[in-house]
């Protein structure tokens, strides 16, 4: 791997970077420590890793950066913290032109990622949105074509759902189920959760149809199934027991063609989802108060390499933001399906709600309260009101940053 630009053996001895990352990322804290190591031997900097819980990392910043600290040099952002972090943060335009880093090949929604009021603040590296896996098998004897509404989803998962097979499966726990309203009620409309101004859009007959959607598709599932998280429900499809399941393609899309892990081997295809998934984009920054400035700014330009991304991407799992790696023929060898994975990527949208200093308050409410809708304990339209309510009493609790758009961002 090449040596990142501006930056020669030697020139950062005895300089210790401190890079902040998710905490529980096993696959991404060794990929790091795989370039760290690299990154010693070329430049004599040592990287130290440390974690924090991902729901800690936003306030971890903050609280740095505020407390004049310094104590993280490079840091990995959820791209959904932007509003309330990325003031924080050195801007890079300048160094990425004296560098001459090329920047297109981040497309589509990842070009947007770390470059809020197009100023870069940071090098996107990570992201993916929901894919929708389906027997090829069962539709082509059964004569049918590929949904791409949620309405043809649902009668062909009606049709296919017999003969020991489940006309479909995924993820019920309350968490998942967020993630699956936002498609169903987004559509091929790409309607907006919020309006600028922050007020919920879904408490309308658009939400109801959603619930009701979801209803219907969930009633084709195996009994159980809003116990099954991501592992559970992964399984049933690997098993060759449900005809289509909409998941987070790195949890599923290794296994696929493992004839050790799969019964389906050959006999399934990707497409994107009836309705948009939620992107889950990261990027690394480096803090306006690292005293290592240069420093981080030669171990990012390696670890967001192109060879870099290959790496982290075949070896440890982390999915790339760079197209050219995403449809790396290599990348295609281990992840059949990757060019699903960026189509879809590119027809979903950010969620301008994590914006929220208490966001997370709403989201796992409403997680609850869907699952209630959806195993028939309230109804439909109880459902999306009070979701609607949980979010205004969350709202007025805490507006989140002045003058915000609270409106969901999409790439196309």
């Given at each position: ?106 497309q589509g929604l990842n070009a947007l990622i770390g470059a809020a009021n197009n100023v870069r603040h940071g090098i996107p590296f990570t992201g993916r949105s929901m894919v929708m896996f389906y027997r090829t098998d ?275």
């Amino acid at each position: 791997m090449a040596l990142s630009q501006g930056a020669h053996a030697g020139e950062f001895d005895g300089v210790v970077i401190t890079h902040l990352t998710q905490g529980g990322a096993a696959d991404r804290i060794a990929g790091y420590k795989a370039l760290a190591e690299e990154f010693k031997a070329r430049t004599g900097a040592t990287i130290q890793i440390v974690e924090q819980p991902w729901e800690q990392m936003q306030t971890a910043i903050i609280n740095d950066a505020i407390g004049g600290t310094g104590s993280y040099d490079v840091i990995d952002v959820d791209s959904g913290w932007d509003a309330n972090v990325a003031a924080y943060f050195e801007t890079l335009d300048g160094r990425i032109a004296a560098a001459g880093v090329d920047m297109s090949d981040y497309q589509g929604l990842n070009a947007l990622i770390g470059a809020a009021n197009n100023v870069r603040h940071g090098i996107p590296f990570t992201g993916r949105s929901m894919v929708m896996f389906y027997r090829t098998d069962l539709l082509e004897a059964a004569g049918l074509a590929v949904p791409t509404t949620w309405e043809e989803l649902n009668a062909a998962a009606a049709a296919l759902n017999k003969d020991g097979v489940y006309g479909y499966v995924g993820a019920g726990v309350s968490v998942q189920l967020m993630k699956m309203f936002f498609g169903a009620y987004m559509g091929n409309e790409k309607r907006v959760l919020f309006t600028p101004e922050g007020k919920p859009t879904f408490n309308s007959p658009e939400g109801v149809r959603a619930l009701d959607r979801l209803k219907e598709l969930f009633s084709y599932a195996p009994r159980g199934v809003f116990g099954m998280d991501i592992p559970e429900a992964d399984q049933v499809f690997l098993n060759g027991e449900a005809a289509f399941t909409i998941e987070w393609p790195d949890y599923i899309q290794p296994s696929l063609n493992d004839p050790e892990r799969s019964k389906v081997v050959g006999k399934w295809a990707a497409t994107v989802p009836p309705g948009p998934g939620n992107a889950g984009p990261w990027y690394w920054a480096i803090s306006g108060g690292s005293k290592n400035k240069d420093a981080s700014w030669a171990w990012l330009q390696l670890i967001s390499s192109p060879e870099a991304s290959k790496s982290l991407m075949i070896d440890h799992g982390i999915y790339s933001t760079r197209n050219s790696v995403l449809l790396d023929k290599d990348v295609e060898a281990k992840f059949p399906g990757m060019q699903a994975v960026v189509d879809s990527y590119k027809a979903s949208f950010y969620p301008s709600f994590i914006a929220s200093p208490t966001f997370l308050d709403w989201f796992l409410g409403s997680a609850d309260i869907f699952s209630a809708a959806l195993n028939g304990s309230i109804t439909s339209a109880e459902g999306v009101q009070q979701s609607a309510d949980l979010w205004n009493k969350v709202f007025d609790a805490s507006k989140g940053p002045q003058g915000y758009n609270w409106s969901d961002v999409f790439a196309e």
